[in-house]
Nanobody, 115 residues
């Protein structure tokens, strides 16, 4: 079992920034990949960013150049730095871990971008 706890969500104006964090109950050394997903109102959950190693990262086209995912193995934490936020980024953001063939989800954190 891996427990994930997200933090850092909130409300921000367009063009603003937020930093999401996801703390894992297990060492990241034992977790193959960590990812952020989001689900906007009336939309399906979609991949935002995924990190396996510092050299193996992928982003959704809609966030490339604005969002940065990183992992702090010493603190068992993954971050998502979100810059130049847009109203269409409004969603519940979920952290996901993939370990030994199993998928684990956090409870989600709300991000609202509105003027």
């Amino acid at each position: 079992q891996v427990q994930l706890l997200e933090s850092g969500g909130g409300s921000v104006q367009p063009g603003g920034s937020l930093r999401l964090s996801c703390a894992a109950s297990d060492s990241l050394f034992f977790i193959y990949s960590m990812a952020w997903y989001r689900q906007g109102p009336g939309k399906q959950r979609e991949l935002v960013a995924r990190i396996i190693t510092a050299e193996m990262i992928n982003y959704a086209d809609s966030v490339k150049g604005r969002f940065t995912i990183s992992r702090d193995n010493a603190k068992n934490t993954v971050h998502l730095q979100m810059n130049n936020l847009k109203p269409e980024d409004t969603a519940v953001y979920y952290c996901r871990a993939f370990k030994n063939g199993n998928v684990y989800w956090g409870q989600g954190t709300q991000v609202t971008v509105s003027s």
